[in-house]
Every structure is written in structure tokens, then in C-alpha cells.
């Protein structure tokens, strides 16, 4: 990768195999790519990355080469096409393996055994290989094998438990929450793993689990539960550090936010108000 301003980038002359999916396991792989890492997509010809038949798209064309949704989370990559069921399409991976540094992947458990691609299988073509797997709930336990996507996995989590209004049902975030969360702590590991390498010459399997990583959106409420035995729950428009804070009707109909967090805000919104 060329260098940036004269400097080295981050991840320069790192390799990545890529066969992650969707949201998560691609953002992890980006990031090393948008910091110099050489990151090579490897999707199936049989069937296509979810997120190509999903819109935006170029010129309002569906096409699997016009997904903006796509391009926002693969920019910066290289792409190759394989058919794993194939009966080389497993060897063409692991030729592949052979020169990476690092492999990202977010099947369903098993998935990539039954292909012979699992990280046994991987380090016997390259010893130091760094591996990181990314299914919702990690490799085993009882819901080892279930399958879902951001909405399935916040609710899960049990961030849909904090959004809503305290007399109606959760109603969780507008996107994907986790999607956008879980993959800063996944490349945390990951890098981690790629220092400890760096320091041992020794690779590492990454039993990365979203499910695992999706508490840490929860902020104090798991916290607030084990010391004080409260449960939080969904609180509208109300913060427990502010006040007012909310979204108030107004006497012609319309509405105004109001918040104040300090007594600075207090002391300015009772003045704009005319009364000090």
C-alpha cells in the first residue's frame, strides 16, 4: 500500500482474508483496510453478499455491483469470487490463507469446518495465522447455533429493554445498533492478537462472540443491576441525570426539546424564560 504523507500507515503490508458477512465481521476488516492493510473479500458465486441486494443504489439501478449499503462497509478492499461448494473452492481458499496474515469470518458455527476452512485447518497451511470467527453468540452454548442479524441481536442483548416508553412494549433503535458497536471491540481483540503475534511470532484463534460484545452498549444498567439490585428499564424521552429533559407539547401544538444537564443549564433556561 502506497504510504500516506510520508508515513507508514498502520496495517501496512498486513494481508486479511475476508470471508465475513453483512455488517459486523466486514466494518472489523475495513478499519485494517482503511489503515493500509492489503484486505482481499472473498464472497461466494452462488450466493451473493446480503448487502449487494440492498439499496441505495447507483442511479437508482439495483445491481449487485450498485449497493451503497455495500460499498460503506467493503470500501478500500479487494474482491475475489469463490464457489466454496466447488470442490476446489476450499484448496483456492487456503492457497489464499497461505499468504495472509489474518482470516475474518462470521458464519454460523460449523460453517467453515464443513468446508475444511476452520482454524485447525487454516494453520496447518500457515502456523501463524490470526483468526478471528464472529457469529452472534460465539462458538457453543445453547444458542451456539441460532442465526439473526443487529435487530435479533439488540434485542437479545437486551438494549430494546432500555428504548421505548416506560407503559408501552420495547421498541428498540431505528438500525442495526449492534452493528455499529460490536465491531470497535471485535478489531480491539483482533489488533491485540496481531501485537501478541508481533511480539511471539505465535498465531491466534478469536472466539468472538456479538452477543458478548453487545452488553457493553448497556452502560451502567448491568452495573446497576449486580451492585444495586435495580433493574433499569425504558424511561421515554427522561435521563436520570437531567432534568427537565424531554419533549414537551406547547400551547399551539407544536413541540420543544428541553434539556439541562448542568445548573449552568438550568440557571440559562430560567433566564431565556424571563424569570432569573
Given at each position: 500500500?502506497p504510504?500516506?504523507h510520508?508515513?507508514?500507515?498502520?496495517?501496512?503490508?498486513?494481508?486479511?482474508?475476508?470471508?465475513?458477512?453483512?455488517?459486523?465481521g466486514?466494518?472489523?476488516?475495513?478499519y485494517?483496510a482503511?489503515?493500509?492493510?492489503?484486505?482481499?473479500?472473498?464472497?461466494?458465486?452462488?450466493?451473493?453478499?446480503?448487502?449487494?441486494?440492498?439499496?441505495?443504489f447507483?442511479?437508482?439501478?439495483?445491481?449487485?455491483?450498485?449497493?451503497?449499503?455495500?460499498?460503506?462497509?467493503?470500501?478500500?478492499?479487494?474482491?475475489?469470487?469463490?464457489?466454496?461448494?466447488?470442490?476446489r473452492?476450499?484448496?483456492?481458499?487456503?492457497?489464499?490463507?497461505?499468504?495472509?496474515?489474518?482470516?475474518?469470518?462470521?458464519?454460523?458455527?460449523?460453517?467453515?469446518?464443513?468446508?475444511?476452512?476452520?482454524?485447525e485447518?487454516?494453520?496447518?497451511?500457515?502456523?501463524d495465522?490470526?483468526?478471528?470467527?464472529?457469529?452472534?453468540?460465539?462458538?457453543?452454548?445453547?444458542?451456539?447455533?441460532?442465526?439473526?442479524?443487529?435487530?435479533?441481536?439488540?434485542?437479545?442483548?437486551?438494549?430494546?429493554?432500555?428504548?421505548?416508553?416506560?407503559?408501552?412494549?420495547?421498541?428498540?433503535?431505528?438500525?442495526?445498533?449492534?452493528?455499529?458497536?460490536?465491531?470497535?471491540?471485535?478489531?480491539?481483540?483482533?489488533?491485540?492478537?496481531?501485537?501478541?503475534r508481533?511480539?511471539?511470532?505465535?498465531?491466534?484463534?478469536?472466539?468472538?462472540?456479538?452477543?458478548?460484545?453487545?452488553?457493553?452498549?448497556l452502560?451502567?444498567?448491568?452495573?446497576?443491576?449486580?451492585?444495586?439490585?435495580?433493574?433499569?428499564?425504558?424511561?421515554?424521552?427522561?435521563?436520570?441525570e437531567?432534568?427537565?429533559?424531554?419533549?414537551?407539547?406547547?400551547r399551539?401544538?407544536?413541540y420543544?426539546?428541553?434539556?439541562?444537564?448542568?445548573?449552568?443549564h438550568?440557571?440559562?433556561f430560567?433566564?431565556?424564560?424571563?424569570?432569573?
Amino acid at each position: 500500500m502506497p504510504e500516506t504523507h510520508g508515513r507508514r500507515q498502520a496495517f501496512e503490508g498486513l494481508r486479511v482474508a475476508d470471508l465475513a458477512w453483512v455488517g459486523v465481521g466486514p466494518l472489523v476488516s475495513k478499519y485494517l483496510a482503511d489503515h493500509g492493510a492489503e484486505v482481499i473479500r472473498v464472497e461466494s458465486t452462488t450466493y451473493p453478499e446480503t448487502l449487494r441486494r440492498v439499496g441505495p443504489f447507483l442511479n437508482d439501478v439495483p445491481n449487485l455491483d450498485n449497493s451503497g449499503y455495500y460499498a460503506n462497509f467493503n470500501s478500500s478492499k479487494l474482491c475475489m469470487s469463490v464457489n466454496l461448494k466447488h470442490e476446489r473452492g476450499p484448496e483456492m481458499v487456503r492457497r489464499l490463507v497461505a499468504q495472509c496474515d489474518v482470516v475474518t469470518e462470521s458464519f454460523t458455527p460449523g460453517t467453515m469446518a464443513r468446508f475444511g476452512l476452520d482454524y485447525e485447518s487454516l494453520r496447518a497451511v500457515r502456523d501463524d495465522i490470526v483468526m478471528i470467527s464472529m457469529p452472534l453468540y460465539g462458538q457453543t452454548g445453547p444458542w451456539g447455533r441460532y442465526m439473526g442479524y443487529g435487530h435479533v441481536l439488540q434485542a437479545a442483548a437486551g438494549i430494546n429493554h432500555l428504548t421505548g416508553w416506560p407503559d408501552e412494549p420495547p421498541i428498540g433503535t431505528g438500525v442495526a445498533y449492534t452493528d455499529f458497536l460490536v465491531p470497535h471491540i471485535a478489531a480491539t481483540a483482533l489488533i491485540a492478537a496481531l501485537d501478541y503475534r508481533r511480539r511471539t511470532g505465535i498465531g491466534q484463534y478469536i472466539d468472538f462472540s456479538q452477543m458478548e460484545g453487545s452488553v457493553h452498549g448497556l452502560g451502567t444498567a448491568i452495573l446497576d443491576w449486580t451492585v444495586n439490585g435495580h433493574e433499569q428499564t425504558r424511561m421515554g424521552n427522561r435521563d436520570p441525570e437531567a432534568a427537565p429533559h424531554g419533549c414537551y407539547v406547547c400551547r399551539d401544538g407544536r413541540y420543544v426539546v428541553i434539556a439541562c444537564a448542568t445548573e449552568k443549564h438550568w440557571e440559562g433556561f430560567k433566564a431565556a424564560l424571563g424569570r432569573p
